[in-house]
T-cell receptor
């Protein structure tokens, strides 16, 4: 089925460990986004890529890096995980970076940092 | 801070009743969108209303937008147990450019 695929679905890390969350979309969308969702906080934008070759910081970028590998793939890296990064991470894509387009979301990665 | 704020935080109704959720936002917007999230799943886009529109329908969904009050409402008519989910409003516009800013959501429970 067409959509946004995230891997892994679950992950437990120890404080200080690193990991990369993978995201791929097969809808030929130009723009991709990483959000984190915490209880009582809604979704907060970490980083986004308006188009292939560009990335920009969102609302909460500290402690994260991203790579727009190609048009399909947008990865999120935690270099040194901290307990405050325990969250559910969602990748999303949209056709273009322009007002008025809905986002397609992946099913999320549930990350626990101990 | 979050641009959109949903009200109520939680809503419990019986199957067949209508459910109304509200969203307020702080700054001028270009568009407002509503999303649904089932437990443990990603968000699903429901409907988009542009700042120059006042009302929009999609199946059992009706969305209104009042830019003078900076508020929107989502009405689900004849609710079903399968409508049980969290509902989020999201805005793009002055503060966020083309990036969506999400509210904290309304948890809707529809009892059979």
């Amino acid at each position: 089925n067409a959509g946004v695929t995230q891997t892994p679905k679950f992950q437990v890390l120890k404080t200080g460990q690193s990991m990369t969350l993978q995201c791929a979309q097969d809808m030929n969308h130009n723009s991709m986004y990483w959000y984190r969702q915490d209880p009582g906080m809604g979704l907060r934008l970490i980083y986004y890529s308006a188009s292939e070759g560009t990335t920009d910081k969102g609302e909460v970028p500290n402690g994260y890096n991203v790579s727009r590998l190609n048009k399909r793939e947008f990865s999120l890296r935690l270099e040194s995980a901290a307990p405050s990064q325990t969250s559910v991470y969602f990748c999303a894509s949209s056709r273009v970076f322009q007002e008025g387009y809905g986002y397609t979301f992946g099913s999320g990665t549930r990350l626990t940092v101990v | 801070s979050q641009q959109g704020e949903e009200d109520p935080q939680a809503l419990s109704i019986q199957e067949g009743e209508n459910a109304t959720m509200n969203c307020s936002y702080k700054t001028s917007i270009n568009n407002l969108q509503w999303y649904r999230q089932n437990s443990g799943r990603g968000l699903v886009h429901l409907i988009l209303i542009r700042s120059n529109e006042r009302e929009k329908h999609s199946g059992r969904l009706r969305v209104t937008l009042d830019t003078s009050k900076k508020s929107s409402s989502l009405l689900i008519t004849a609710s079903r147990a399968a409508d049980t989910a969290s509902y989020f409003c999201a805005t793009d516009g002055e503060t966020s450019g083309s990036r969506l800013t999400f509210g904290e959501g309304t948890q809707l429970t529809v009892n059979p």
